[in-house]
């Protein structure tokens, strides 16, 4: 790093969309006044910038959406932006969630969200059960005879023996009349009904807002719409001054989500028909539990391509990034609910994003974003942020919950946001704004330096971790039981009704937030990025953004692919340590797989290649992974490590998480490799400054810069032994530090 772009990272062009603030239009738009708040955010080193209509119930944004006074607005920013050399971003909406073009794009219901909906129905034993049989998509069977081969039906009833769960042929129990077949039944046992029905919500009750993302024709319609007029008018400046397409808070509405192509592609990918057993996904058991594996590996597939993938493709012809964050990224439940898996969902995205509402710290929802860009190679992260902190966030709470997100790997953030207006009702939604509103806006000047710093000290080098976790997805799918209760906006909502699926998504956010307070950094690898890793010299390495690994953890795995369980194979072979805790793997996504994967894991356990470890210890898991891995860097007085007030969620569904009172204290640090150094980053977030000593590793003495006043100096050194030195750090409590070492 350059030590004059440190001490005045104004003047580096390179860090001018390290800050990129939504930009709040929520008044009626005047050209003057835009051109005054777009200088304002010049003079504070903000020179990038997001437009972002709020109509807020009727006290946000007065004026059209993408008609000629849209796109007048528009011009007036893009025109300033050239004429002062800055970049800025396009918001792809009027407000969210992506996909709706101003909530037209679901008038049509075929872009609407379709669902399943399955009802069970007692059946006593001895009592007749009379329905209209029809198929899957809700057919009539006109015209269907006995001899009539009926191998390719799916009905919408299934009928099972309530001890047993064993399935009643429901053709054995037709009656062919007038208009086809007609189903009676009755058994000398209880048994059960379960409803099939293809089923889509109204426009006007709900159905709005309800975009089908797994269908490529709804996306893109979206492009076609929304996309393709920003490029109409200002295509001459994608790639230059127009650089990113913002798209926000996607997201599956109901439990089970369905599509026209969905069970062709099902097939496709699975081999078999889903119509015919897709009531079993509501039900526990292994066999069902194989079938719910099945059907949310395809909801994730079809969300990451004919979702984001279609826009990724437009995006790139049309040299433009995309950046997209999700809705419940903090448990492994939310991964499910809200997108199948949510750690793929960052294949396609040019800029990966998370989204963190209240001042709270702690939570894993940042490290989840972070990871997946990691697993695909990516090269930016952004997280939008400061959303429901309150009017009364300090600039020192300000400065904290950044420095945070950069130890979380982001490396942009996104403001929530600057304020066009906070006249009414305006100041009330989702506040404060950063702007020249806010209480600390005589202080944003310095705050715009810090986050360029950060930038510039964790941007194009590699994040060195030392611990892959492999995160149980699949093993959560096992177990999970859908609640179509419930679709979106609840603060408490759907529980978890499976106990070993609770259990599951609570540990794993235990032993990965137990990590983090060890200060034993970890990256994530899963299912659909499993190829992009190998081992190699006793390490397994991510073989797209170049990071290597000491030691392989498997928390609450009990399923596991194949291709991951060959991965720790060869990963033993070359010398690698793999942790299991909570369980061990012994099944696979195809099921042909299962005996192989289950010999994998006897073997290596045997060959004591792999350890086990009980959730209840956690400390001699904690212990086994830190004799294993490297400690170029390590707290040898003072605070070490931190304490988290909050470190799991209860088993049930929040929507939208907001952090309030989770919190964290201690002393945090994490490693970025670049340019042949180690930049550490201290953090204490205790209440006053903490003194500590420090063992590192470098080939001279190694230097503190400092982030908030871009002051270098060399390390107070207070020993040393070869190459590694011991130094004292004298820590603020409301910005972080680098210690700045030579490999």
Known sequence: ????????????????????????????????????????????????????????????????????????????????????????????????????????????????????????????????????IKTFEDQGLFGIRPETDKSGLAYN???LDKETMEEYPVEDYFTYLM?????EFQSDRDCIAFIT????????????????????????????STHEKYYENFGEDFGKTITCIFNDETRMCHSIPWSSSFAETFRELKGYDIRKEIYQIILPGE??????????????????????????????????????????????????????????????????????????????????????????????????VFAGCGWDLTFDEYTRMITWMYQQGMQIIINHGFFYSDRGGRKNDWPPSQFFQWQGWDRQSEGN???????????????????????????????????????????????????????????VQLILNGLTSRNMDFDIIHKDAAENFAAADGKIENTLSGQKFSVLALPMCELLPLEVA???????????????????????????????????????????????????????????VSGRIPHPVAITEGKNGTVNNHPAYHAYMEDPYLHTGEDISGVMFVRYLKEGKRN??????????ETIEVSVESSDVPEVWDTFTGEIKTAEVVGQEGNVYRIRLELPCTYGIFVVSSL
């Open 1 to 132: 790093m350059e030590k004059n772009i440190w001490k005045s990272p104004k003047e580096a062009q390179i860090l001018d969309e390290a800050q990129t603030p939504l930009w709040f239009w929520n008044d009626k738009l005047e050209t003057e006044e835009l051109k005054r708040q777009l200088k304002l955010q010049t003079e504070i080193g903000v020179k990038c910038t997001d437009p972002h209509a709020r109509p807020n119930n009727g006290e946000g944004y007065i004026g059209g959406y993408l008609d000629d006074e849209w796109f007048g607005n528009i011009r007036t920013t893009l025109e300033y932006k050239k004429e002062h050399g800055e970049k800025m971003w396009l918001y792809d909406e009027l407000a969210w969630p992506a996909g709706t073009c101003n909530l037209t794009i679901p008038m049509d219901e075929n872009y609407r969200e379709w669902y399943i909906l399955i009802r069970p129905i007692e059946i006593p034993a001895g009592e007749v059960f009379r329905a209209q």
């Open 449 to 507: 330096d810090m986050i360029r710093r950060l930038h510039y000290a964790m941007t194009d080098g590699i994040n060195e971790q030392d611990v892959l976790v492999y995160f149980p997805q699949e093993s959560f799918w096992l177990h999970y039981l859908p609640d179509q209760n419930h679709t979106h906006g609840f603060f408490q909502g759907p529980f978890l009704k499976d106990e070993r699926a609770a259990e599951i998504d609570q540990e």
């Open 197 to 224: 029905k293809v089923s889509c919500d109204l426009y006007t009750h709900g159905g709005s807002g309800q975009v089908n993302y797994m269908n490529a024709d709804a996306t893109k319609a979206f492009i076609e």
């Open 680 to 689: 550490t980053l201290f953090m204490n977030y205790g209440d006053t400054p």
């Open 179 to 183: 208009f086809g077949p007609e189903l």
């Open 566 to 624: 060959e991965l720790c194979r060869a990963y033993a072979r070359d010398g690698g340590k793999i942790a299991m805790i909570g369980a061990r793997p012994h099944l696979a996504m195809n099921q042909a797989d299962d005996e192989k994967v289950k010999e994998i894991f006897d073997q290596l356990e045997k060959d004591g290649a792999a350890v086990y470890f009980e959730t209840e210890q956690k400390e001699e898991f904690y212990q086994f």
């Open 157 to 159: 009833i299934h009928i």
């Open 287 to 384: 066999k069902p539990g194989r079938i719910r594996c099945d059907y949310f590996d395809v909801v994730a597939y079809m969300y990451q391509n004919n979702y984001f993938g279609v826009l990724h493709q437009w995006c790139q012809e049309h040299n433009i990034r995309l950046f997209a964050h999700l809705l419940a990224e903090e448990t492994v439940y939310g991964h499910t609910r809200y997108s199948g898996d949510y750690l793929r969902q960052n294949k396609y995205q040019d800029v990966c994003g998370a989204d963190h509402l209240g001042k709270g710290i702690g939570s894993l929802n940042i490290k989840y974003t972070s990871a997946g860009a990691h697993s695909y190679g990516k090269k930016r992260t952004a997280v939008e």
